[in-house]
T-cell receptor, first 116, second 109 residues
Framework: SAVISQKPSRDICQRGTSLTIQCQVDSQVTMMFWYRQQPGQSLTLIATANQGSEATYESGFVIDKFPISRPNLTFSTLTVSNMSPEDSSIYLC?????????????FGQGTRLTVV | GQNIDQPTEMTATEGAIVQINCTYQTSGFNGLFWYQQHAGEAPTFLSYNVLDGLEEKGRFSSFLSRSKGYSYLLLKELQMKDSASYLCAVRDSNYQLIWGAGTKLIIKP
């Protein structure tokens, strides 16, 4: 299993500013995933972060808007840049590790972001 | 495109049984997951199916039919604490997880 500490748990930010979300994992993992979850909607993958290389972004997400750092195998940050109210959402980091059956996804507690 | 469908919301009575369905169309299939997500919390793993049939785990069971692109999560002896959203997710041919929007389950006394 994996335990992920994510912070901040919530924040209210002014439009035009940036927020950096941090995730710390209790064990080394190759890939870390960053998701966005808007109310009543599915988890949308923003990017996959590998240690020592640039993150891989999904369609509709760009590095300038969501820069990611992955300095080592247990830590990653996601920055939401130049925020607008449309960025209000829950942001989740995730890792995948062997669980009771197949490889499972484990999540941080999530960051509830409100942009005003 | 890839698509996972599940009902938006369901209501059931404490002590009863409820079945939450999930249908999927994905590029390849490498397993189906069910996760539980309480309001304001992160999703937590419930079950995993990769072969056709029923997997039972206590009060929860999950069924898979790969030929039909269909799964269900069965919850028995419902308790108030089972009120949550239930997310269906499929791992595709690229081993990426594709998530459904979740089914909000409301349990009434």
């Amino acid at each position: 299993s994996a335990v992920i500490s994510q912070k901040p748990s919530r924040d209210i930010c002014q439009r035009g500013t940036s927020l950096t979300i941090q995730c710390q994992v209790d064990s080394q993992v190759t890939m870390m995933f960053w998701y966005r979850q808007q109310p009543g909607q599915s988890l949308t993958l923003i990017a996959t972060a590998n240690q020592g290389s640039e993150a891989t972004y999904e369609s509709g997400f760009v590095i300038d808007k969501f820069p990611i750092s992955r300095p080592n195998l247990t830590f990653s940050t996601l920055t939401v840049s130049n925020m607008s109210p449309e960025d209000s959402s829950i942001y989740l980091c995730s890792v995948e590790k062997k669980g009771t059956g197949d490889t499972e996804a484990f999540f941080g507690q999530g960051t509830r972001l409100t942009v005003v | 495109g890839q698509n996972i469908d599940q009902p938006t919301e369901m209501t059931a009575t404490e002590g009863a049984i409820v079945q939450i369905n999930c249908t999927y169309q994905t590029s390849g299939f490498n397993g189906l997951f069910w996760y539980q997500q309480h309001a304001g919390e992160a999703p937590t793993f419930l079950s995993y199916n990769v072969l056709d049939g029923l997997e039972e785990k206590g009060r929860f069971s999950s069924f898979l039919s790969r030929s039909k692109g269909y799964s269900y999560l069965l919850l028995k002896e419902l308790q108030m604490k089972d009120s949550a959203s239930y997310l269906c997710a499929v791992r595709d041919s690229n081993y990426q997880l594709i998530w459904g929007a979740g089914t909000k389950l409301i349990i009434k006394p």
